[in-house]
């Protein structure tokens, strides 16, 4: 008998699975950073249900421009905290001057 389960995802299907996690846990780790507690609960929810609408999605293709998609709506996000100069980047801009 095979160790293997049956539902064993393809290398394809990992690294994909892995891009989805690194892209879900860097959402978070940034919405952290927004100092107002009720944009942050909204940008929480947002994002929760974003992911959660799409977690049977089985298309590579799909899944890779979701994942850009994801990336774009992250690096905005990133961006207006940086430009409110709460973002994680603001700082070290300080430092290096």
């Known amino acids: 008998m ?9 290398l394809k ?3 994909l699975r892995q891009e989805v996690l690194k892209l879900y846990r860097t959402i978070f780790r940034t919405i ?6 009720s944009s ?3 940008l929480q ?7 959660r609408n799409n977690r049977n999605q ?3 293709l799909a899944i890779k421009m979701l ?6 709506n992250l690096k905005e996000l ?12 603001s700082n070290s801009d300080a430092k290096s001057s």
Do not use: C, Y
Request: no cysteine; hydrophobic share 35%.
């Open 2 to 10: 095979s160790k293997i389960p049956k539902a064993a995802l393809s």
């Open 13 to 15: 299907q990992f690294m």
């Open 32 to 37: 952290r950073q927004v100092p107002d507690a």
């Open 40 to 42: 942050r609960r909204e």
């Open 45 to 51: 929810d947002w994002a929760r249900a974003d992911f």
């Open 58 to 60: 089985t298309d590579e």
């Open 67 to 72: 994942i850009q998609h994801g990336n774009r």
């Open 78 to 89: 990133q961006t207006s905290l940086e430009l409110s100069g709460t973002g994680a980047g």
